[in-house]
């Protein structure tokens, strides 16, 4: 695996930080999803990622008022 360039890891820390997806990310840049982890650890630690999946259809107030009323 040879490294990234200076101007790739650029461009991946601010597409990051815009809050691109790792596929985008890894579409535009070639990079592959651990490069590009492992330079939001190094470079942009506070930075948010989606973790993907779908969102909770119950929140916790619900799930506990139905286990209330059972």
Known sequence: ???LSKA???TIVSLLTSGHSYASIKAQT??????IT???QDYCPGA???HG??????????ITYTK???
Do not use: H, Q, W, Y
Request: hydrophobic share 35%; charged share 15%; proline share 6%.
């Open 48 to 50: 948010v990622v989606s």
């Open 30 to 35: 070639g990079a592959s999803a651990g490069s």
């Open 68 to 70: 209330r009323g059972i």
């Open 53 to 62: 999946g779908c969102p909770k259809k119950l929140t916790g107030a619900n």
């Open 38 to 40: 492992k330079i939001c």
């Open 1 to 3: 695996m040879k490294p």
């Open 8 to 10: 790739t890891i650029a």
